[in-house]
């Protein structure tokens, strides 16, 4: 992992860690959903090249998208239109597939499974709402909770 990297992921940890859920949650801690939204989507056209390619085969100019109803216009990736279409490496930032912290897999439900690159930084997104969920619905806060997660 390249000093970079490492200090991206740093970052984003000591945001999460550091960060309380209901902050996390109500977007109060830097910027609004939709400025970090419309931010990501820079960065993956910036960085990522079977992105770029998808939004040219839709005829999409990256800059014409300034808004979140710019954004709302988008066409959907799907496995089929983007993940089966493009080499792995090139869903990757900068195409490159060393640069990934992980690959996550599906489970193959439908006779295929499908490879994706992932960052430790895409998955603190994801502990967020698990952790709203334990403590919405099952007070984790007050209370010792065990959960096994199985897919």
């Not at 970052?11 to 109060?28: W, Y």
Request: proline share 3%.
């Amino acid at each position: 992992m390249n000093d970079t990297k490492l200090q991206i992921a740093q970052q984003a940890l000591e945001r999460f860690l550091n960060t309380s859920l209901d902050t996390q949650l109500d977007g109060t801690d830097t910027i609004t959903q939709q400025e970090h939204l419309l931010t990501l989507f820079q960065t993956v056209v910036q960085t990522v090249p079977a992105y770029r390619l998808f939004l040219a085969e839709h005829g999409i100019r990256p800059e014409s998208v300034q808004t979140i109803e710019d954004f709302r216009k988008l066409p959907a990736t799907t496995k089929k239109n983007y993940m089966q279409r493009h080499q792995l490496h090139t869903l990757c930032r900068n195409g490159e597939l060393v640069g990934c912290d992980f690959i996550a897999v599906s489970s193959g439900s439908t006779g295929q499974p499908t490879f994706w690159p992932r960052f430790i930084s895409d998955e603190l997104h994801i502990a967020t709402r698990f952790e709203q969920v334990f403590h919405d619905s099952f007070f984790a806060d007050q209370r010792r909770t065990l959960a096994v997660v199985c897919f």
